[in-house]
Nanobody
Framework: QVQLVESGGGLVQVGGSLRLSCAAS????????MGWFRQAPGKEREFVAA????????YYADSVKGRFTISRDNAKNTVYLQMDSLKPEDTAVYCC???????????????????WGQGTQVTVSS
């Protein structure tokens, strides 16, 4: 059974930085894609970034491109989301997700991922 556990959320001021972690277990993840999504109060869950476990190819939503960086540590089975230049509109619950993609595609839809973590709150104060 795949388990995803997020950590690293918190309260930060505008312009600050946070690094989220997603510890993955229960499977060999070499053919998986790992994604980060977020959901703000009253809004739908939205795609933030994704990375192929093998090779490290990544993809970002336009709203975070140039500010957020997704990466993975194969030895620790952990995916990170480095968030810089944070804005109030980045406030949300951030969730890690995983999906088996042997074809190498990178899904961006909420309904395209099979496994989800519980989420971690990120609050950006002005």
């Amino acid at each position: 059974q795949v388990q995803l556990v997020e950590s690293g959320g918190g309260l930060v001021q505008v312009g600050g930085s946070l690094r989220l972690s997603c510890a993955a277990s229960g499977r060999a993840f070499s053919s998986y894609v790992m994604g980060w999504f977020r959901q703000a109060p009253g809004k739908e869950r939205e795609f933030v970034a994704a990375i192929k476990w093998r090779g490290g190819t990544s993809y970002y939503a336009d709203s975070v491109k140039g500010r957020f960086t997704i990466s993975r540590d194969n030895a620790k089975n952990t995916v990170y989301l480095q968030m810089d230049s944070l804005k109030p509109e980045d406030t949300a619950v951030y969730c890690c997700a995983a999906d088996w993609r042997p074809d190498g595609s990178i899904p961006r839809g909420t309904n395209e991922y099979d496994y989800w973590g519980q989420g971690t709150q990120v609050t950006v104060s002005s």
